[in-house]
């Protein structure tokens, strides 16, 4: 049984560019968590999403950034114009239902330069 | 003021010691207290959860809460090299899975052989 699979590892884009990370939940989960982890600093929650619905974005930056898991498919966070800030780990978690516990995946790590 | 504070370390100790880890949070609503373990390059695992104060044991691991004191601990006896990685606390405020985590950010640990 797969785990949680996030791809690309590893991400390098260019300032002003998009970034597009791409995450599959574990077989049978439909609850789909993204987490950002920036150096030194602890994971930090960005967005929790069921299948075609967001659930709660309160930990997304207002700009640039979006999510979204459709019907079929990974789950995708997606940054828009890049900046050197948005360098870090980004981790994607997943969970059965409401009570379950989170499954993480190794993450992506992305760079900006 | 961080919701929680962790000594982010490093912290090395001999084989076979006793290690405690620490966190201290001031949000009184968090109820849920975990525990995940990262190795380097890796998505965080899950090693303990709790709810209630007192002690929780699994192993060689101990989990301690004391809601009181808003101060949570994890115990690892008998260590070893295979213990070294960085340990994060995380709390919520209800059910585990269906809210979002606020993670400490870290203590990084070596066990010396």
């Known amino acids: 049984n797969a785990g949680v699979m996030q791809n690309p590892r590893h991400l390098v884009r260019r300032r002003g560019q998009e970034a597009r990370l791409r995450c599959s939940p574990m077989k049978g989960h439909s609850h789909v968590y993204w987490y950002r982890q920036l150096p030194e600093e602890g994971l930090k929650f960005m967005v929790y999403l069921q299948k075609e619905n967001i659930i709660d974005e309160s930990g997304m930056p207002k700009e640039r950034f979006s999510a979204e898991f459709p019907k079929e498919g990974p789950s995708i966070l997606r940054i828009q114009q890049v900046v050197r800030g948005d360098s870090a780990a980004y981790f994607c978690?997943?969970?059965?239902?409401?009570?379950?516990?989170?499954?993480f995946g190794s993450g992506t790590r992305l760079t900006v330069v | 003021q961080k919701e929680v504070e962790q000594d982010p370390g490093p912290l090395s100790v001999p084989e076979g010691a006793i290690v405690s880890l620490n966190c201290t949070y001031s949000n009184s609503a968090f109820q849920y207290f975990m525990w995940y373990r990262q190795y380097s390059r890796k998505g965080p695992e899950l090693l303990m959860y709790t709810y209630s104060s007192g002690n929780k044991e699994d192993g060689r691991f101990t989990a301690q809460v004391d809601k009181s004191s808003k101060y949570i601990s994890l115990f690892i006896r008998d260590s070893q090299p295979s213990d070294s990685a960085t340990y994060l606390c995380?709390?919520?405020?209800?059910?585990?899975?269906?809210?979002?985590?606020?993670f400490g950010t870290g203590t990084r640990l070596t066990i010396i052989p």
């Open positions: 995380a709390m919520t405020i209800s059910n585990f899975g269906n809210e979002k985590l606020t």
């Open positions: 978690a997943s969970s059965r239902d409401r009570e379950s516990g989170y499954t």
